[in-house]
């Protein structure tokens, strides 16, 4: 085994522990997706799937004004360069996203959070079919329309 091999073999027993203690108390898996579902069950009062691999929407809202509506709820380090649209029928999106990304090559970025968006799927998907815009994994969506959302929760 070379040198470099070694090193690495260290912080990824230390990861592979974090992600364990992750899951434990998420009870879904420590990729970012799962993570931020359990976060929007948390903050916008979400009833999760019972599986996280569920086609089309994570859970439904509980409360509020969107009480009953399904929500695809998306994870991204940054959504700016772009959304995965699926082909399943959900009533909205919650988009988390972190920071706009520098331009050039990174190599890591800090799993945080520095913003929510709310997207109602028919409208956006009007939106977007009414400037031909390809829809499914990265869908691009214009800066004018992102528009953080502001839970009137505590």
Request: proline share 6%; glycine share 10%; net charge positive.
């Amino acid at each position: 085994m070379t040198e470099k091999l070694q090193q690495l073999a260290a912080p990824l027993r230390a990861r592979d522990d974090l992600d364990a203690r992750i899951a434990a108390l998420t009870g879904r898996s420590a990729r970012p997706g799962d993570i931020g579902e359990f976060i929007a069950a948390q903050v916008f009062d979400i009833d999760l799937a019972g599986i996280a691999t569920q086609a089309g929407h994570d859970g439904r809202f509980r409360s509020g004004p969107l009480a009953g509506r399904t929500v695809n709820v998306k994870t991204y380090g940054d959504a700016f360069t772009g959304i995965g649209i699926s082909p399943h029928p959900c009533d909205v999106y919650l988009i988390f996203s972190g920071p706009r990304r520098p331009l050039g090559i990174v190599r890591h970025h800090q799993w945080r959070i520095s913003a929510a968006y709310l997207f109602e799927t028919r409208r956006l998907l009007e939106t977007l079919n009414n400037r031909g815009v390809k829809i499914g994994i990265a869908t691009s969506i214009r800066r004018g329309i992102w528009k953080p959302h502001r839970s009137s929760r505590p």
